[in-house]
């Protein structure tokens, strides 16, 4: 099951509740903080997911995946649900 653009968990994010987040799927890209630049730009090239562009992983994906503050535990971790979500979309 898709659960975001991006291959993030959301139903692990410690986000979601406190912050009654929808995520970017439901929201249009639009999470419980302001527009989300990797779900937009996924929509607007008209996939569901990262995983779909021939470009994965994007600059701006490992960027925000990779973040040292922000980002995945572990690193890169949603760049690799993506290719798993890829690989189960064909």
């Not at 912050?19 to 630049?37: A, L, Q, R, S």
């Not at 995983?51 to 040292?68: N, T, V």
Request: aromatic share 8%.
């Amino acid at each position: 099951m898709i659960a975001s653009r991006c291959g993030l968990d959301c139903s692990n994010c410690d986000y979601k509740e406190p912050n009654n987040c929808k995520g970017c799927i439901e929201t249009d890209g639009h999470p419980f903080y302001g527009e989300c630049p990797v779900a937009v730009c996924c929509q607007s090239r008209g996939y569901v997911f990262c995983g779909q562009c021939p470009e994965l992983p994007c600059k701006m994906l490992y960027d925000y995946s990779c973040d040292p503050v922000h980002g995945d535990n572990p690193p890169g971790s949603r760049i690799e649900q993506c290719k798993r979500w890829a690989a189960n979309d064909k």
